[in-house]
């Protein structure tokens, strides 16, 4: 099981980037996957997740209305949509397979390597 997150990059506050989570050598649609991340000397936090089918969404409080998940099968890939980002949103982002969401409370099966994400003017 591989997962290879991208994506991230440097973006002004208010800007959007969008994150990729594409997995190999295992069908995607048969796990939740999750977003967590982790900012300079702060604990991984649970940012978002999506079960399989049917697609259900979930967010922490702190990004809920900015940030959006979704997932394509054809592709293999989950995406996190990061819109009107704050520089508190500044951290190593990383994608992870889970048995199912359940909140703050998912826990990964498979974790992806990281992607950098910077928020600064």
């Known amino acids: 099981v591989q997962l290879q997150a991208s994506g991230g990059g440097l973006v002004q506050p208010g800007g959007s980037l969008r994150l990729s989570c594409a997995a190999s050598r295992f069908a995607l649609d048969y796990y939740a996957i999750a977003w967590f991340r982790q900012a300079p000397g702060k604990e991984r936090e649970w940012v978002s997740c999506?079960?399989?089918?049917?697609?259900?969404?979930e967010y922490a409080d702190s990004v809920k209305g900015r940030f959006t998940i979704s997932r394509r099968n054809a592709k293999n890939t989950v995406y996190l949509q990061m819109d009107s980002l704050k520089s508190e949103d500044t951290a190593v982002y990383y994608c992870a397979a889970t048995a199912g969401c359940a909140g703050s409370n998912t826990v990964p099966v498979y974790w992806g390597q990281g992607t950098q994400v910077t928020v600064s003017s």
């Open positions: 999506i079960s399989g089918s049917p697609a259900s969404t």
